[in-house]
């Protein structure tokens, strides 16, 4: 059975640092690994996703990587801001079965000026 | 480009009733499934319907059930509520293509008293 951890828990930082969360998951034959963010009582933002093949994917301040062999991928967010404030989540793709996601239990970031 | 929407917000019933909660996708999108996220538990997959066809469906009883229309709008039918059905219902979107990320909408917010 796929388990997805997200370390740290929580996260606070001053506004202007660069932060790494990250995500680690038991079974390496997933498909795609996605990242969301999602703020109090709303739903998902889509992130990134990165496809199996792929190592990384960039968007603006936001990098996030894949090493499927380890079973690790991280987002790397530069010069945060307080609207990054939310909780981020990553999510797993299966081999088979492509919708039904396993997610981590997220990283709450809090980031203050 | 409208994102996927569900409807009603919120939603109280009391125990014993029945649920139902719709979901729009995004234009183009032909797979919607149906997440779970109630509190401490985090995000547990319900279902998956593509092309108007249950692809998949989670660890969830019988009594949690739904359909996709012809347009590719899906409504999730919670029978014989109980309370620890109470959880905000989210729902997603993505093209039927294996790298296409999800979407997900702001979520159908369930009480159960």
């Known amino acids: 059975k796929q388990e997805v951890t997200q370390i740290p828990a929580a996260l606070s930082v001053p506004e202007g640092e660069n932060l790494v969360l990250n995500c680690s998951f038991t079974d390496s034959a997933i498909y795609n690994l996605q990242w969301f963010r999602q703020d109090p009582g709303k739903g998902l933002t889509s992130l990134l996703l990165i496809q199996s093949s792929q190592r990384e994917q960039t968007s603006g301040r936001l990098n996030a990587s894949l090493d499927k062999s380890s079973g690790r991928s991280t987002l790397y967010i530069a010069a945060s801001q307080p609207g990054d404030s939310a909780t981020y989540l990553c999510a797993v793709f299966p081999g088979t079965s492509y919708g039904k996601l396993t997610f981590g239990q997220g990283t709450i970031l809090t980031v203050h000026p | 480009e409208a994102g996927v929407t569900q409807s009603p917000t919120h939603l109280i019933k009391t125990r014993g009733q029945q649920a139902t909660l719709r979901c729009s996708p995004i234009?183009?999108?032909?797979?919607v499934y149906w997440y779970q996220q109630a509190l401490g538990l985090g995000l547990q997959f319900l279902l998956w319907?593509?092309?108007?066809?249950?692809?998949n469906r989670g660890n969830f009883p019988p009594r949690f059930s739904g359909r996709q229309f012809p347009n590719y709008s899906s409504e999730l039918n919670v029978n014989a509520l109980e309370l620890e059905d109470s959880a905000l219902y989210l729902c997603a979107s993505s093209r039927t293509v294996t790298n296409s990320p999800l979407h997900f909408g702001n979520g159908t917010r369930l009480t159960v008293t």
């Open positions: 234009s183009g999108h032909t797979s």
């Open positions: 319907y593509d092309e108007g066809e249950e692809r």
